[in-house]
Nanobody
Framework: VQLQAPGGGLVQSGGSLRLSCVAS????????VGWFRRPPGKDREFVSA????????TDADSVKGRFTISRDNAKNTVYLAMNTLKPEDTAVYYC????????????????????WGQGTLVTVSS
């Protein structure tokens, strides 16, 4: 599956932004989809993930209550709604897909994700 993730940009602290992850080549409903990010000078880290059916989600502690992941399988798209953004949310954000036989399973591990989007830069100014 090929992934594209438009939607990054510059936003002020406290603002909101929504990222989209659009899939082509395969039906996205066969994949867990996760969002990861790489802050400047740091390693890639897990942000949020959603199961194939959308019934299970999990978020990193740093974004709980502020970010919401959702999916529309009919549109082959997964969204990441980011609210109350902070300067420390500044990073290149990547969406990734992991094939799964379970409709409700999610994983925060990078290893199972074998399809990655190109990354989109989100900059939060203070």
């Amino acid at each position: 599956v090929q992934l594209q993730a438009p939607g990054g940009g510059l936003v002020q602290s406290g603002g909101s932004l929504r990222l989209s992850c659009v899939a082509s080549g395969r039906f996205l409903d066969r994949y867990i989809v996760g969002w990861f990010r790489r802050p400047p000078g740091k390693d890639r880290e897990f942000v949020s993930a959603i199961s194939r059916s959308g019934t299970t989600t999990t978020d990193a502690d740093s974004v709980k209550g502020r970010f919401t992941i959702s999916r529309d399988n009919a549109k082959n798209t997964v969204y990441l709604a980011m609210n109350t953004l902070k300067p420390e949310d500044t990073a290149v954000y990547y969406c990734a897909a992991a094939r799964s036989d379970s409709e409700s399973y999610v994983t925060t591990l990078i290893g199972p994700y074998n399809s990655w989007g190109q990354g989109t830069l989100v900059t939060v100014s203070s």
